[in-house]
């Protein structure tokens, strides 16, 4: 609530963590939220998606959005430690950097999302809403949103004083800001996959790949090969998360996802390739998984400015990044929480103050996160590098091992205290 006891009303577009995160720090700032989102309903309770590592700051961040101590024991229960972040050479299950105080923990996103989900109000929801277009109107003192209702085709316009982009890598209001804005290609993909192992906990593949990853249920495991690596970790309710990153030439993106869906040609020939160069009990967990994907990597150079008028881009929009870091869930919901702070001091009439403030917070972090991430990835993947030959597991330097690891990701343990962001007691 500002000053003169006015809300400030947000429209939000896309309703993934990103978004489900500002819904929440801006209704604690006392911001009336509306969020956008095409897909038909809310995805919690369905398989969509694979796993995810949040670091202690995100959890914690996470309890104080949740209202009830019940839904607080919650996030304990649908995550698993992730205490040890481990990089191995392939072959020889040698350990090339072990790292015991990684602290994070896992979840499947469709977990953390029914989480962050059901803790809001329902009626703050338009599911199935297309954002068509926006546009500020005169003095900035409102923004003007379009939106096709899927199910009728109809039109709506909703007013709004902040239009908060939570629309992904590939978001549309980024677009009209940064008409040439493009992504770049990492140089590879990753096959994804979620193995359910609640009906086979006893089999051979079980076994097998718990003797070989025995610190599955505890850590994430980064097998290191030439050309490639993959990672592993187990998440609740007897699942396991996979990945295998494979390099290949950039491929034709068509419509609105950097996800593929895959024909079982696909997945036949991607196991086949798999028996070539990985272990064999990574290659059952592969062959067991039903589902799997693949994703082409992308990400982009810094942005200069993350909002414009009263529009503020927030996650994936704000600074699409690969994954090797570990970050950009850990990042959507910092900015979140960052988004909210800056919103709650300077207040709705001080809306450019505090949207100054959460960019000369946010953009500096980010950026640096987003460039070291993807030379961690390229350097997994054997690729060129400007200063250094290309990475060989067989040949690793004293000085790989400080790059390997994950916690010497630049601000990995950023707080940002100005902004009182640390619920009492974490320190
Ligand atoms: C279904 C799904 C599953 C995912 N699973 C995983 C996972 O398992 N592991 C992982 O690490 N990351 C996963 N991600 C990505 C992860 O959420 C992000 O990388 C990160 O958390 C940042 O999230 P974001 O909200 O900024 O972007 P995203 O998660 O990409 O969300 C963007 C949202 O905006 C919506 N949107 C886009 N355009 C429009 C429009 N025109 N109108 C209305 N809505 C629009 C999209 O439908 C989407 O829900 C997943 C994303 C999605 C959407």
Known sequence: MDGEGKRGKAVIVGGSIAG??????????GWDVLV??????????????AGLGLNSFSQQIIQSWLPHSQQQQLLHNTTMPLTIDQNREKKV???VTRDESFNFRAAHWADLHGLLYTALPSDIFLWGHLFLSFHVVDGKDSVIVKAKVLATGKVVEIVGDLLVAADGCLSSIRQKYLPDFKLRYSGYCAWRGVLDFSKIENSETITGI??????????????????THTGLYELPNKRLNWIWYVNQPEPEVKGTSVTMKVNSDMIQKMQQEAEKVLIPE??????????????????????????????????????????????STNMSILDAAVLGKCMEKWG?????????EYQFIRLPVTSKQVLHARRLGRLKQGLVLPDREPFDPKLVRPDDHQELLVRNTPFFNDVPLSLGLIPSGCL
């Open 20 to 29: 489900m995160s500002c819904a929440h720090a801006l209704t604690l700032a």
């Open 36 to 49: 956008l989102e095409k897909t038909p309903s809310s995805p919690t309770g369905s398989p969509t998606g």
């Open 93 to 95: 299950h040698s350990t």
């Open 210 to 227: 718990r003797k070989a990853y025995p610190d599955l249920g505890k850590g994430l495991y980064f097998d290191l090969a030439s050309g």
């Open 282 to 327: 990574f290659v059952k967990v592969i062959k067991e998984t039903r589902e799997p994907f693949l994703n082409f990597i992308y990400d982009s150079d810094p942005l200069e400015k993350i909002f414009w008028d009263n529009v503020v881009l927030v996650g994936d929009a704000a600074h699409p990044t690969t994954p090797h870091c570990v970050r």
């Open 348 to 356: 709705a009439q001080k809306l450019e103050s505090a949207l100054e």
